[in-house]
């Protein structure tokens, strides 16, 4: 198993910025790639982005695209979600999510993820 535990949610005002992280541990954390994706209750959860087991390509959803960044330190088991010029859209709940993976291959919101974290609260406020 590989169990996810992200942080760095909270409240912050619209046009702030925010760094969300997901750490892993009981597996090769590099042996995954890994994804964001976020839920606004009683809607779909929605893909925000992606980043392959390099760290080297990375993939967005319209939505945030020039504003979210995505990287990983596989030294630390972990990656990271930087979020800028935050909207009242983007509050959510964030989740991180890993799929096995080549070490190139960016997934998708298609693709099928084996592990997930819980889950951090991003609210932000107009």
């Known amino acids: 198993q590989l169990q996810l535990v992200e942080s760095g949610g909270g409240v912050v005002q619209a046009g702030d910025s925010l760094r969300l992280a997901c750490a892993g541990s009981?597996?090769?954390?590099?042996?995954?790639?890994m994804a964001w994706f976020r839920q606004v209750p009683g809607m779909e959860r929605e893909f925000v982005g992606a980043?392959?087991?390099?760290?080297?390509?990375?993939d967005y959803s319209d939505s945030v695209k020039g504003r979210f960044s995505i990287f990983r330190d596989n030294a630390v088991n972990t990656v990271y979600l930087q979020m800028t010029s935050l909207k009242p859209d983007d509050v959510a709940l964030y989740y991180c999510?890993?799929?096995?993976?080549?070490?190139?291959?960016?997934?998708?919101?298609?693709?099928?993820?084996?592990?997930w974290g819980q889950g951090t609260q991003v609210t932000v406020s107009s």
């Open positions: 980043i392959n087991r390099r760290g080297d390509r990375t």
């Open positions: 009981g597996l090769a954390f590099g042996n995954y790639a």
């Open positions: 999510a890993a799929k096995p993976s080549n070490l190139w291959g960016v997934p998708g919101p298609e693709s099928v993820y084996t592990y």
